[in-house]
């Protein structure tokens, strides 16, 4: 179990690592960070500080799928095989595009690591920090009901 959450602590603090390392490169390339517009100053970056911005970028959407995998362990569980977890995760994929285009995507923790990485494009509502807040939840709530589930569950059959 100590293995699960030293992955999701990696998992949750790589993008906020890697944001550092881009505002370091932001500053260094090009005197200072712009906060107004921040992804309009990540293009002009080049070499390293480029990297890092798409790195983060990646590791946002990494952090939405390994979200999604201890739910969809979770449901595994409980369900005892592989359709619930399959349902569950084509369901919160379809559930976060369809409100994604309807404007409410930055409310939605499956939408929201995908929205900051720029997949919404420029017509998204801005992700604030209440919205990454209940990503923190849902992720903290998911890992607490999942070893629940591992600590508790019969696992005789």
Not at 38 to 50: F, H, I, S, V, Y
Not at 66 to 85: D, K, W
Not at 136 to 154: N, P
Request: aromatic share 8%; charged share 10%; net charge neutral.
């Amino acid at each position: 179990m100590n293995t699960v959450l030293a992955c999701l602590l990696i998992a949750v603090l790589t993008p906020y690592v890697l944001a550092g390392i881009g505002g370091y490169h932001k500053g260094k390339q090009l005197g200072k960070v712009d906060n107004n517009n921040p992804r309009a100053q990540a293009a002009q970056l080049t070499g390293a500080g480029a990297r890092a911005v798409a790195a983060q970028q990646n590791a946002w959407e990494a952090l939405a799928v390994f979200t999604a995998s201890l739910a969809a362990a979770f449901f595994a569980g409980v369900g005892r095989g592989y359709i619930a977890p399959l349902a569950w995760t084509v369901a919160m994929i379809v559930a976060s595009q369809v409100l994604t285009v309807l404007g409410w995507g930055a409310w939605f923790p499956w939408s929201v690591p995908a929205i900051l990485a720029g997949a919404g494009g420029t017509q998204v509502e801005p992700v604030t920090v209440e919205a990454v807040g209940v990503v923190a939840l849902v992720v903290l709530t998911g890992l607490a009901a999942t070893i629940t589930w591992w600590e508790r569950a019969d696992q005789t059959g």
